[in-house]
């Protein structure tokens, strides 16, 4: 049996902009464009970083075309949505309109910056756990849903996979948050399904991803799994997620055959940020840098005297000095010509990986920190507090991923 074909893009420069075609095999199937002032005659993969640059650049949202059919979209665990901002950029692909439907966080500030970016569905504050009944979701949770679902996309927290507590792992509540994918999709029954976590997951003790497969195939559902490489497709870090696709329309690719469908060279820290590099600093948080402890800025200061990425022993708390450990990143300064480290919600504190910035004395700013996770000038957090940033842009999901997975899943659909 041949394998499911991976859509590939190609890019040709136009009249000042760059235009986006997807191909499945030989067939065209979709196109759109992008205003891009790049000159000369670059080589592809140039044309397609000039145009994921400038879309990481653009202050407002790039235009649908009028007339595009709707994709509706469930997001659970939604965070900010960078996840759905994938999904609405593979969609904007494919000649499609993301329509938000229902967006669920636990946290305040990630449903406000949802429903900022997303208007027109509903982002609810909740558990998601609160929606679902004894039998499926409750009756209240269906009425909010009329009209049907096309995806359901989803990243659960992953604490509950970590290898820490494997005796107490059966009863960890935080696996039934991810095996609630399926108990939605059992009553949205979503063309297509997309669920991310990180790729320890898969050996979770209590084998909740092989039991939420399992589910799925038997609701008729053809799925595929696999981590992908956020680097080896564009994203300026290093970040590799598990990912589980589903769709009823047909066999969805390899995620090993996503990525090598849409293969970039490796972009540096500096392709994502140089132009932000003497921003003004501003009173609001997402530009500015973490203020730190004298003691944790002479050891910034110290890296750039000496022309060092890593910090020396001596000049490391005691916890690091008087034993051996293997923390080389952290403390350290970023390399302006490799892509970053995975960005965490520490990326504000020095002591807590790679975060130092490669051309100034400071860590990355909440600005930065959403580049190197491919999040676009054109998503507004607007005014929230550093730790909120922090976290939202920490827990996302880069959209250049999530546009991978689910252009696999939508294309020539
Ligand atoms: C890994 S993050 C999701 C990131 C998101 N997919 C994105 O790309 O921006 C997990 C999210 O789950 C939320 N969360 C944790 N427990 C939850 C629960 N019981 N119900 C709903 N949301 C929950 C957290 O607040 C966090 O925003």
Redesign the pocket.
Known sequence: MSQPLAPTEHFERRDGSIERQIRLGETIVGRSALPVAAEGAPDPHDLAAAHDQAWLRLPTAPSLAPGAAPVRVV???????????GAAEACRALGKRFEPVLA????AW?VQTYGRNFPGGQAVQ?????FLGPDGLRADTLGRLTGGVDLL??????QGHSDLNNHTRRDDP?NE?YNSMARFAAVLEPRWILI?NVPGAQHDRSGVVQRTWKQLGAMGYRLAGGVLEGVDIGVPQRRRRYFMLASRDRQPPAVATIQAALQQPPRPLSWAVADLLDAPVSADAYDSPSTHHPRNQRRIAYLFQHQLHDLPDPQRPACHRDKPHSYKSVYGRMHWDKPAQTITTGFGSCGQGRFVHSQRQRTLTPHEAARVQFIPDHFGFGPQRRGALQ??IG???PPRM?YALCLALMAGA
């Open positions: 997001d659970l665990f939604s965070g900010c949505g960078a996840l759905s901002l669920v966080d636990i946290e990630a909740d558990s998601v756990l609160s996309i989803g990243g659960p927290p992953c935080k948050l991310e976290a939202m827990n996302a999901v999530a």
